[in-house]
């Protein structure tokens, strides 16, 4: 792909890759990519995963993007990155103009807890502390005084709907209000940027509706700019503005929802929203058939 134009990008990621050593005996840094014969041999070496290949990607402020793929398509590995919980090879990636793949430790613990928020599959709440301690957990390590903490708190847990639950620990909540948990903790940094990682995949599906649907609320009012990780399809379509469709590694297609179903790049993008071209093209004929009888 060819790199994203940087003016008014939220995220902006370009050429990007991640290697790893299936061994750990092996480290696969830079150099590798500058040397197109032994990148190409890593390909067919045991010991190598390429788990992102040369991803370039841009994400408009405000924007929910939706990254989609197959568990193994690097989808997970991407949005980590963003962050460098996973360092990648090689690229580079800006959020708000901000160079992230430059950034010292030091920097980079401050940039994440103002510029950037994430939202994990598995909740990560501390067991041990009420829904507000977790919920002001993140504020706390920022040094912000425990009354603003406390006021920021429950408006977030008001928000998700969660208000009467302050005092609870998480062992006493469904795993639907866990990731309520969860949102609120993201909500209350004030991040521009959130990252969510697959949140509602492990939930009962009307659960899972209900929560796309509060996301889709939140969003609506907020107009935080939302990197959103999923392999449900539905889901994708549901609440993406544009959405990129991963396949080994690589972004095969990026475009908005009706485009990637009415004109599919390929065949695996084809077969991936295949159950979707059929509902639609069921709906049509049932809409013909009306208009006919």
Known sequence: ??????????????????????????????????????????????????????????????????????????????IRCLLRLVEPTGGSIKINGQEVTSMSSSELVAFRRRQVAMVFQHYGLLPHRTVLQNVCFGLRLRGEPSGECREKAFEAIRKVGLEGWEEYHPVSLSGGMRQRVGIARALVMGSPIMLMDEPFSGLDPLIRRELQDELMRLQEEMKKTIFFVTHDLSEALRLGDRMAVMRDGRV????????????????????????????IRRAERRMANKVAG
């Open 252 to 279: 095969v297609q990026v475009g908005t929802p009706e485009e990637i179903i009415s004109d599919p790049v390929d065949d695996y993008v084809a077969r991936f929203v295949q159950d979707e071209r059929e509902q």
């Open 1 to 78: 792909m060819t790199a994203v134009e940087s003016v008014g990008r939220a995220i902006e990621i370009h050429d990007l890759w991640k290697i790893y050593s299936r061994t750990k005996k092996n480290r696969y840094g830079a150099e590798v990519l500058r040397d197109p014969r032994r990148l190409e041999s890593l390909q067919e070496d045991s010991d190598a995963v390429l788990a992102v290949k040369g991803v370039s990607l841009g994400v408009a402020p405000g924007e929910t993007f939706i990254i989609m793929g197959l568990s193994g398509s690097g989808k997970s590995t991407l």
